[in-house]
C-alpha cells in the first residue's frame, strides 16, 4: 500500500541554519504530496504541496520539489528562526476523489537562538 | 469564512466507558470529512472518512466508529474504551472533490484512558 516515511527527528538547529527534512514515498499512481505543520498546542495547518512531478511548492521561505525519479518530497529551508519549531509532517493524498492523506511520522524541530 | 469546531478539547475516561467526540464545520456544504489519530510518538493515522451525509469509510478496523448524521457534524464514537484508544483526535475537511485539495483541521481532542 501507499506509505511516507520521514526522517527521524528531533532535529535541534541554530538560528539561521539550513534545514533539510527528508521524505521519500511509496504509491501507486500519481499522488500528490504536502507539507503539514503542527505548532505547539495548534492543530495541523497546511505548509506547502505540490500536485505533479517537478513540480515546487514554496511558503514562508520553505521548498520542497516534488521528485518522481527518486519518490522524494525534501522539505528545506535556508535560514530557520525560533518561530519554525513545530513538528512537520509530509504526506500524500492517494488518486481518486477522497482525498484521503497518508502521513509521514512527523519531525520534531527545535531552534535555538 | 470556514471553520472547524472540535469538542471537547481534552478528556480523561476510564476503561470501559463509551465516548463521544464531535467536530462540526461552518462556512462551507458537502465537505469531505475526516478523522486522525495521532498516537504518542506516532504520524497520523486516518480512522475514518465521509463523501456525504450517512456515507462512512472506516480505514482500519478498531473499536471505534463514526457517524455523519448532519452535513457539516461528524461524530466518533466507542461503546467501550481501551487503553489502547488513547491519543489525540483530528477532525480534518476538504472542500470538493479530487487529491490535490488542502485539508483543514480542527485544534484536536486530547483523549487519556486510564
Known amino acids: 500500500g501507499n506509505s511516507v516515511t520521514q526522517m527521524e527527528g528531533p532535529v535541534t538547529l541554530s538560528e539561521e541554519a539550513f534545514l533539510t527534512i527528508n521524505c521519500t514515498y511509496t504509491a501507486t499512481g500519481y499522488p500528490s504530496l504536502f507539507w503539514y505543520v503542527q505548532y505547539p498546542g495548534e492543530g495541523l495547518q497546511l505548509l506547502l504541496k505540490a500536485t505533479k512531478a517537478d513540480d515546487k511548492g514554496s511558503n514562508k521561505g520553505f521548498e520542497a520539489t516534488y521528485r518522481k525519479e527518486t519518490t522524494s518530497f525534501h522539505l528545506e529551508k535556508g535560514s530557520v528562526q525560533v518561530s519554525d519549531s513545530a513538528v512537520y509532517f509530509c504526506?500524500?493524498?492517494?488518486?481518486?476523489?477522497?482525498?484521503?492523506?497518508?502521513f509521514g511520522q512527523g519531525t520534531t524541530l527545535q531552534v535555538k537562538p | 469564512s470556514q471553520t472547524i469546531h472540535q469538542w471537547p478539547a481534552t478528556l480523561v475516561q476510564p476503561v470501559g466507558s463509551p465516548l463521544s467526540l464531535e467536530c462540526t464545520v461552518e462556512?462551507?456544504?458537502?465537505?469531505?470529512l475526516y478523522w486522525y489519530r495521532q498516537a504518542a510518538g506516532r504520524g497520523l493515522q486516518l480512522l475514518f472518512y465521509?463523501?456525504?451525509?450517512?456515507?462512512i469509510s472506516s480505514e482500519v478496523p478498531q473499536n471505534l466508529s463514526a457517524s455523519r448524521p448532519q452535513d457539516r457534524q461528524f461524530i466518533l464514537s466507542s461503546k467501550k474504551l481501551l487503553l489502547s484508544d488513547s491519543g489525540f483526535y483530528l477532525c480534518?475537511?476538504?472542500?470538493?472533490?479530487?487529491?490535490?485539495?488542502?485539508?483543514?483541521f480542527g485544534p484536536g481532542t486530547r483523549l487519556t484512558v486510564l
Open positions: 480534518a475537511w476538504m472542500s470538493g472533490r479530487g487529491a490535490y485539495n488542502e485539508q483543514f
Open positions: 504526506a500524500l493524498s492517494e488518486s481518486g476523489n477522497t482525498g484521503k492523506l497518508i
Open positions: 462556512g462551507t456544504s458537502n465537505p469531505n
Open positions: 465521509s463523501v456525504g451525509i450517512g456515507q
